[in-house]
C-alpha cells in the first residue's frame, strides 16, 4: 500500500496551534518581500509576479494544511475570478480539486474509530490513496458487491477547527473593522453554522437523498446513492459517478450543443431548489459537480454538505427583489429594502436614496438572466461587468465609511450560489432557457 506524496500526518486543530501556524506563514511571506526588496536594491531581476508565486505558494500550503474553514475561504475566493492576482487565483483553484491528502494510517484510524473495522475489512477493495482531498474531507474508491463507490473521509478535528478559526478571526476583525460584537453576530452565526454543517456526514448523506429523490424528474442530472450502513459520523460512502471536474471536461472540447444542455441542467437544478424546494446545493464551486458528453451532456451532482434552507419570508423577499417590477418601482423597492435590512428607518434622506440607487443597479445587473427569456453565459462581459459593479461600489465613500453590514445574513449564501453559478455557466459558455 503506496502512501499518496505529501501526505499529512497529522492537522493542527487547536487555536493555538492554528494561530502558530498562520504565524510561521506570516514571517516567510515577510521573508519573501524583503529577499524580493534586496535583490531588487542589487539591481538583480524580481519582479511582482514572482513575489505573488512566492506568497501564493507559501499561503496555498498553510491553507491546504489547515484544512477546514480557512480552506473553505480559498474555494470561494478562487471562484471571484477578478479578486485576486494570476498566481493567487491559480494556486487557490487547486483547493477545488485536489490538496495534501492524510495519510494512510489517519485513514485506517478513521475506519477503525467509526466501524471498529479497517477499510480492508469493510470493503472488498479499498484504494489508500485518496482520490481527491478538499477542506473538510478526501474521497477514496472503494468497491463491494460489484459496486463502485466514493468513500469520504473527514479529516480529524476539522470541526474544532473551524470553531477555532471563527475565534481567532472574530476579535481581530471586530477590532480592526470598528465593528460591533452584537451586530455582526447573526453573519457570523450563519456562516459558522453553514461550515460546521458540512462537518455533519449524518446530516449530508440525509439531504442527499432526499435533494435526489426530489429532483428525479430533472433532465440530464445524476445523483450518487448513499450507503447508511457504509457510512458514519465521519465517513460517507455513496456511488462512484462517471463524469470529469469541469477543467478536464472543457479540455476534451465539447460541443456547444453539450455545453448548452449541461448548462441548462445547472440552470434547471437550482431554479427548482429555489423555487421548489426551498433549499440550494449552496457550494457551487467546480469540484462538486461531474460532467460528461454522454446523453448530450448530464451533470452528477455531488456534496450536500452546505444546503441553504430557505425560509418562507426570506424567498418571498429575495424573488420579488429580482422581479422586473419592483427594478421600476423606487417606492416598493425601497419596502423591500426596509424590510430586508438594507435601509434602515433611522437612515437620514440621502442616505435612504444612496442605498435604494445603489441596490437598484445591483439587483438591474444580478437578476438580469431572471428577466429574460434566454441568456448567453458565454459572453464573459456579463460576469466582468459583475465583478466590475462590485468594485465600483467598494470605491462609494458611503460604503467604504460604514461600519456596520446590512441586509438580511440569510442573503449571505444565496448570493454566494448565484455568483458561483454563473461563474460555472460562464466557463462552460452555455447558452440557456431561463424562463
Request: with cysteine.
Amino acid at each position: 500500500m503506496d502512501e499518496a506524496p505529501h501526505s499529512l500526518n497529522s492537522l493542527p486543530t487547536t487555536k493555538v496551534a492554528r494561530a502558530a501556524r498562520f504565524a510561521k506563514t506570516g514571517l516567510n511571506v515577510g521573508a519573501n518581500y524583503v529577499k524580493h526588496y534586496a535583490k531588487r536594491a542589487v539591481g538583480a531581476e524580481s519582479t511582482t509576479a514572482d513575489l505573488h508565486a512566492a506568497n501564493a505558494a507559501e499561503l496555498y500550503g498553510t491553507l491546504s494544511e489547515m484544512k477546514g474553514s480557512v480552506l473553505k475561504v480559498a474555494q470561494m475566493l478562487a471562484m471571484e475570478k477578478n479578486l485576486l492576482p494570476t498566481a493567487y487565483a491559480d494556486q487557490f483553484a487547486q483547493a477545488q480539486y485536489q490538496t495534501p491528502p492524510l495519510s494512510g494510517p489517519l485513514v485506517v484510524k478513521a475506519f477503525r474509530d467509526s466501524f471498529r473495522k479497517s477499510p480492508f475489512e469493510v470493503f472488498d477493495e479499498f484504494d489508500i490513496n485518496a482520490r481527491q482531498a478538499a477542506s473538510i474531507g478526501q474521497v477514496h474508491f472503494a468497491r463491494k458487491n460489484s459496486k463502485h463507490l466514493a468513500v469520504k473521509v473527514q479529516y480529524p478535528g476539522v470541526a474544532d477547527s473551524i470553531r477555532s478559526d471563527i475565534r481567532l478571526v472574530k476579535p481581530i476583525a471586530l477590532r480592526i473593522l470598528g465593528l460591533d460584537e452584537a451586530t455582526v453576530r447573526p453573519y457570523m452565526d450563519e456562516v459558522e453554522a453553514r461550515l460546521l454543517e458540512e462537518t455533519d456526514y449524518v446530516l449530508e448523506l440525509r439531504r442527499g437523498q432526499e435533494i435526489a429523490a426530489a429532483c428525479t424528474g430533472l433532465a440530464h442530472l445524476q445523483f450518487p446513492q448513499y450507503y447508511p450502513e457504509l457510512s458514519s459520523a465521519r465517513i460517507l460512502t455513496m456511488d462512484w459517478l462517471p463524469g470529469q471536474h469541469l477543467k478536464e471536461f472543457l479540455a476534451t472540447n465539447p460541443t456547444q450543443e453539450v455545453r448548452n444542455q449541461l448548462g441548462q441542467a445547472l440552470w434547471d437544478f437550482y431554479m427548482y431548489q429555489l423555487n421548489t424546494l426551498r433549499r440550494v446545493h449552496a457550494d457551487p464551486h467546480p469540484g462538486n459537480f461531474l460532467l460528461q458528453a454522454e446523453a448530450g451532456g448530464t451533470v452528477g451532482v455531488l456534496d450536500f454538505g452546505c444546503v441553504k434552507e430557505i425560509p418562507a419570508d426570506v424567498h418571498r423577499l429575495f424573488t420579488a427583489l429580482l422581479a422586473p417590477e419592483t427594478l421600476a418601482d423606487p417606492n416598493r423597492l425601497a419596502e423591500l429594502l426596509t424590510e430586508a435590512g438594507v435601509v434602515r428607518s433611522e437612515d437620514a434622506p440621502a442616505k435612504r436614496a444612496f442605498y435604494v440607487d445603489t441596490m437598484r443597479q445591483s439587483l438591474e445587473l444580478v437578476g438580469r438572466p431572471f428577466r429574460q427569456d434566454t441568456f448567453d453565459f458565454g459572453d464573459p462581459a456579463y460576469l466582468q461587468s459583475l465583478y466590475a459593479l462590485g468594485d465600483d461600489l467598494m470605491q462609494q465613500p458611503e460604503l467604504r465609511q460604514q461600519r456596520e453590514p446590512r441586509g438580511s445574513e440569510h442573503f449571505i449564501y444565496l448570493n454566494r450560489t448565484y455568483v458561483g453559478l454563473y461563474a460555472l455557466l460562464t466557463e462552460l459558455r452555455a447558452s440557456i432557457r431561463t424562463s
